[in-house]
């Protein structure tokens, strides 16, 4: 099946009594790329993640956000920096013996000073996080790849079209392509027959003859065309593999572009000239699709 490499996903869930939010999200990119945004105390998570999604995603640029809340359960401690606050008494007093203030400090009035509480919580269990945001991003990641299958098919849809297109221009230009020739050689006779005419000279056949085939080698697509069908094929048969394909489908696109500037320097007939634009065209719509395939 063919994925795009554009996609989104999100889940938010409460799982052992924490609320967990993973959102992924993905553009183009040539490579495998992988950003991790989680808070700073759950950076352990970023390296399982990057795995994580990298089973099942090829490419693309991959940005994933987490956040993790606290767990209605965790034990929490709050300490007083007695050191700190011994300081501030003694401050205090100084400024009241010193200005003849009084000194109406209270616990209250302590607690505002900074860096009097400081407060630990228990270690957290990182293997249990770790699997409780992993249970969130399989969610995410479901949605996330349902997305790009979603876009995938549509791209498929199209680049099948276009494939048809190119198709049906190369029979034009098979079944075109023998008449120039016979055209060529109809001009060549009357170019000939008004030259020799007043001259009372016969015309050499053989002499007409290996001209005309002098023109019919150099203007046959036969082998162009064969190959640009080939590689149609090709085209189809990737579209159909349950595997990431779009380097491959770039490579082929090359090809049959490669074909078509061939058949393009060959052909001296303005109407062929006009259907090789159009698969040309074809082709680079096709090119600008593949660049979006995983």
Same mark, same amino acid.
């Given at each position: 099946?063919?994925?795009?490499?554009?996609?989104?996903?999100?889940?938010?869930?409460? =799982?052992?009594?924490?609320?967990i939010?993973?959102? =992924?999200k993905? +553009?183009?990119h040539? #490579?495998?790329?992988?950003?991790?945004? /989680?808070?700073?105390v759950y950076?352990?998570?970023d390296?399982?993640?990057?795995?994580?999604v990298?089973?099942?995603?090829?490419?693309g640029?991959? !940005?994933?956000f +987490?956040?993790v809340?606290?767990a209605?359960?965790t034990?929490?401690?709050?300490?007083v920096?007695?050191?700190l606050?011994?300081?501030?008494?003694a401050?205090m007093?100084?400024?009241?013996?010193t #200005?003849?203030?009084p000194?109406?400090?209270?616990?209250v009035?302590?607690?505002?000073f900074p860096?009097v509480? /400081?407060?630990?919580?228990?270690?957290?269990d990182?293997?249990?996080?770790?699997? !409780?945001?992993?249970n969130a991003a399989?969610?995410a990641?479901?949605?996330f790849?349902a997305?790009?299958?979603?876009?995938?098919?549509?791209?498929?849809?199209?680049?099948?079209?276009?494939?048809?297109?190119?198709?049906? =221009?190369?029979?034009?230009?098979?079944e075109?392509?023998?008449?120039?020739v016979?055209? #060529?050689?109809?001009?060549?006779?009357?170019?000939?027959?008004?030259?020799? !005419?007043?001259?009372?000279?016969?015309?050499?056949e053989?002499?007409?003859? /290996?001209?005309v085939?002098?023109?019919?080698?150099?203007?046959?697509v036969?082998?162009?065309t +064969?190959?640009?069908?080939?590689h149609?094929?090709?085209l189809?048969?990737?579209?159909?593999?349950?595997?990431? +394909?779009?380097?491959?489908?770039?490579f082929?696109?090359q090809?049959?572009?490669?074909?078509a500037? /061939?058949?393009?320097?060959?052909?001296?007939?303005?109407?062929?000239?006009h259907?090789v634009? !159009?698969?040309?065209?074809?082709?680079e719509?096709?090119?600008e699709?593949v660049?979006? =395939?995983?």
């Open positions: 099946m063919i994925h795009s490499m554009t996609g989104f996903g999100r889940c938010e869930t409460e =799982i052992n009594g924490r609320e939010a993973v959102e =992924i993905s +553009v183009n040539r #490579y495998f790329e992988f950003s991790c945004r /989680t808070p700073r950076s352990f998570l390296d399982k993640l990057k795995s994580f990298n089973a099942r995603v090829a490419r640029k991959i !940005d994933v +987490v956040t809340g606290a209605e359960d034990a929490s401690e709050v300490r920096n007695h050191q606050v011994a300081g501030y008494l401050a007093k100084e400024i009241s013996e #200005y003849g203030v000194n109406d400090v209270s616990a009035s302590l607690s505002r860096d509480f /400081t407060v630990h919580k228990a270690a957290e990182e293997e249990q996080i770790t699997a !409780d945001v992993l399989s969610q990641l479901e949605a790849i997305m790009r299958c979603t876009e995938g098919e549509k791209l498929k849809a199209d680049i099948l079209g276009r494939a048809d297109s190119i198709l049906r =221009i190369v029979s034009e230009i098979e075109r392509s023998p008449q120039t016979r055209e #060529y050689e109809e001009r060549l006779l009357d170019r000939i027959r008004q030259t020799l !005419d007043s001259f009372r000279v016969e015309i050499d053989q002499r007409v003859l /290996t001209e085939a002098v023109f019919s080698d150099k203007v046959a036969a082998e162009e +064969v190959r640009l069908r080939s149609i094929e090709q189809r048969s990737f579209m159909e593999r349950g595997e990431p +394909v779009g380097r491959k489908l770039d082929i696109i090809e049959m572009n490669r074909e500037n /061939t058949i393009g320097s060959k052909v001296q007939d303005a109407v062929l000239a259907k634009v !159009d698969i040309k065209s074809e082709i719509k096709i090119r699709q660049q979006n =395939i995983e």
